[in-house]
């Protein structure tokens, strides 16, 4: 049974930061596409980044880049959101996905939310 398990979302002053982790058992991250949403209610959900498996390729949208540090530890089979300089506008909940690319399974977790106000 696969389990996704984000945590450390909270509340953070702007400038701040915060380090999401996205937990998974029962698949290997590495062979794993993740990718990281935010979804503020009312909006749809937005892509703001993702690291393809063990090669550490990491991508992100233009909002965040600079300031957003995707990576995976192969050990704890976990894959990190580094936040630095949050802004107000990233506040959201912030959700993690691994995506298998050939055998296309993919799963959600619950969310982890961040709020950025002072």
């Known amino acids: 049974q696969v389990h996704i398990v984000e945590s450390g979302g909270g509340l953070v002053q702007p400038g701040g930061s915060l380090r999401l982790s996205c937990a998974a058992s029962g698949i290997i991250l590495s062979v794993y596409t993740t990718y990281w949403y935010r979804q503020v209610p009312g909006k749809e959900r937005e892509l703001v980044a993702y690291i393809i498996g063990s090669s550490g390729y990491g991508y992100y949208i233009d909002s965040v880049k600079g300031r957003f540090t995707v990576s995976l530890d192969d050990v704890q089979n976990t894959v990190y959101l580094q936040m630095n300089s949050l802004k107000p506008d990233d506040t959201a909940v912030y959700y993690c996905?691994?995506?298998?690319?050939?055998?296309?399974?993919?799963?959600w977790g619950q969310g982890t939310p961040v709020t950025v106000s002072s």
């Open positions: 996905k691994p995506h298998h690319p050939t055998l296309q399974r993919e799963f």
